[in-house]
């Protein structure tokens, strides 16, 4: 994957003030260089040897130095589900994607319990209750506030359309044909964009609150945040978003993180291709 990718038209009609850098070292993701994945912090402890540390602490055992028969044992863990030495070391990520992007990645606020829930008898969605509540404190979470910061004209939009098949899976898409217009489309999106863009401008110079004149704004505006996670919600979230029926964009970031962190995955055994786990 490119650290750097071919910028995109919405990103050269910026004006300079407002022209995207990437930081040092982030994994551009949709190819318009705008959107990428940077990894700001990691543990000073070893990852690896941390999930064997924890895992034998029941033994009143440590090590100092990780071995094969430790990558053994990580692997062992993870696929037998005893995931709880996974929950001590974190990462942070710094993330610009568009917001329909974030609202699927922020349903990752897990990081340190595997929970089950009820109401009145019913199971209720693990990741409902986790993004209210966050209990465990295994992820955070922190976006750049539109009540603050007014926008600037920095949105995403796809270089091939797609659409959802006529029968099976309908939340998947594929590429509609080389015979779609394709530019025509992405010339009528990125035309929308600018007039929802003029509308919340002119807004804001009549006075209008930020915080109401972003309504008129499409989803496929950047945004920015901070992500903060520990090693099994990084897992369970590549676990999710790698596979080929996840959608396309947030595919594209699930790979970036599996960048960013590939020497952890492989000294635990788990790096394999298009997989998290």
């Known amino acids: 994957m490119e650290t750097v990718a071919p910028m995109d038209t919405a990103a050269q009609n910026l004006p300079p003030h407002l022209h995207p850098t990437l930081p040092p070292d982030a994994v551009g993701t949709l190819d318009d260089g705008i959107g990428f994945v940077a990894l700001v912090d990691r543990m000073q402890t070893d990852p690896a040897l941390k999930v064997v540390n ?55 606020q897990v990081g340190s319990g595997w929970r089950k829930y009820e109401v009145n008898g019913e199971p209720v969605s693990l990741q409902v209750f986790d993004v209210l509540f966050d209990t465990d404190k295994g992820c955070s979470w922190n976006e750049v506030s539109g009540r603050y910061v007014q926008w600037g004209h920095e949105y995403y939009i796809p270089k091939v359309m797609r659409a959802n098949p006529p029968h099976g899976n ?108």
């Open 54 to 108: 924890a895992a034998r602490i029941s033994y009143d055992k440590q090590k100092t130095s990780f071995d094969e028969k430790d990558g053994k044992l990580c692997q062992f863990l993870w696929e037998h589900g005893h995931t709880s030495p996974y929950r001590h070391s974190f990462f942070t990520f710094h993330w610009k994607a568009p917001l329909f992007v974030f609202r699927q990645a922020f349903k990752y």
């Open 170 to 277: 309908k939340q998947s898409s594929q590429p509609l044909p080389a015979s779609f217009d394709h530019e025509r489309e992405r010339s009528l999106m990125r035309a929308e964009c600018e007039e929802a863009f003029r509308l919340y401008e002119s807004r804001i110079q009549r006075g209008v609150a930020k915080e109401i004149a972003r309504m008129c704004l499409p989803q496929n505006v950047y945004t920015q945040a901070y992500w903060t996670v520990s090693l099994q919600g990084i897992l369970h979230f590549l676990d999710q978003r790698l596979e080929p029926d996840a959608q396309y964009e947030i595919r594209r970031y699930a790979e970036a993180v599996r960048a960013l962190v590939a020497p952890e995955l492989e000294r635990v055994g788990l790096m394999r291709p298009g997989a998290g786990a």
